[in-house]
């Protein structure tokens, strides 16, 4: 499995983007799709998850402002980002998790909020 990520850049706070990590390979094998996120001197931190059923996960610092989703048809999983704050400065990783439990990694795209 590959996945690219696409989609961070410079935003001002209270602003948004969108991520996009798109998957290719074995893509029948993916069960789960996520991203993670990792600050400057802070350990990667998952920030959601979506199942191919549709089953959503958030951390707590982000429900309410962030929306994960998937289309299975084009193997790309999306990440909404609004009103982000400058605490959301990171590089964001997409995840793939296998029905073998094996995880995949996306280069990770960086998310600068910032006035």
């Known amino acids: 499995v590959q996945l690219q990520a696409s989609g961070g850049g410079l935003v001002q706070p209270g602003g948004s983007l969108r991520l996009s990590c798109a998957a290719s390979?074995?893509?029948?094998?993916?069960?789960?799709m996520g991203w993670y996120r990792q600050a400057p001197g802070k350990q990667r931190e998952l920030v959601a998850y979506i199942a191919k059923t549709g089953y959503t996960n958030y951390a707590s610092s982000v429900k309410g402002r962030f929306t994960i989703s998937r289309d299975n048809a084009k193997n790309t999983c999306y990440l909404q980002l609004n009103n982000l704050e400058p605490e959301d400065t990171a590089v964001y990783y997409c995840?793939?998790?296998?029905?073998?439990?094996?995880?995949?990694w996306g280069r990770g795209t960086l998310v600068t909020v910032s006035s």
């Open positions: 390979g074995s893509i029948s094998s993916i069960n789960d």
């Open positions: 995840n793939a998790l296998t029905w073998s439990a094996k995880n995949y």
